[in-house]
């Protein structure tokens, strides 16, 4: 064996390690399908009516306040979708106390208009006040699905814009797109 037959070994394996590192990145419908199969797994939608619908996202190990908000929007914009109403806003927004909490939970129940998520953050901060060590413990959000003129001079969710956003988060986010 020469000293030069090492090197090329070396650089065949990094060749072949690189090439299999190319080849098994995700495609867009991977990605999609693996947010939506986190998504679905982290919330419980139950449909109130042909215009509404409950969407919860529970609290596991290691989920944030935030990711239990994404994945609620999310939901709402791929129940939005599927059924064709082009926006969305929510009506109800509730952040139910950690597990542990004495006694029962009541939150102040008042219809709203949160068609951003600026105003969501907002209601959030609201509800935070008596919110405890713990944080939340679920997200409860009431969506009413709109059609075209619904909503049309208040701001709502755009089911398609949310959707990509969403859906297609892990591909723009700061992980995967970090400068070089």
């Known amino acids: 064996m020469t000293a030069s037959q090492p090197r090329h070994i070396v650089a065949a394996f990094l060749y072949m390690l690189l090439a299999s590192c190319a080849s098994s990145s995700p495609t867009p419908d991977q990605v999609m399908d693996r947010t939506w199969e986190h998504v679905a797994w982290a919330t419980k939608a139950t449909p109130i009516d042909s215009e509404t619908m409950r969407i919860e996202s529970l609290r596991s190990f290691g989920r944030s306040v935030s990711h239990m908000e994404y994945d609620a929007i999310a939901r709402a914009a791929a129940e939005a979708k599927r059924i064709g109403a082009p926006n969305f806003v929510i ?17 102040s129940v008042r219809k709203k208009w949160i068609g951003s998520y600026a105003d969501l953050l907002q209601e959030r901060t609201d509800q935070s006040l008596d919110m405890g060590p713990f944080g939340a413990g679920s997200v409860v959000l009431v969506v009413q699905f709109l059609g075209e003129d619904n909503g049309r001079y208040r701001e709502t969710f755009s089911t398609e814009e949310v959707y990509d956003a969403l859906f297609f988060r ?7 797109n970090r400068p070089q």
Not at 170 to 176: F, N, V
């Open 91 to 107: 009506t109800y927004a509730d952040y139910e106390k950690g597990a542990l909490a004495f006694g029962p939970q009541f939150s």
């Open 170 to 176: 892990k591909q723009t986010s700061d992980e995967t």
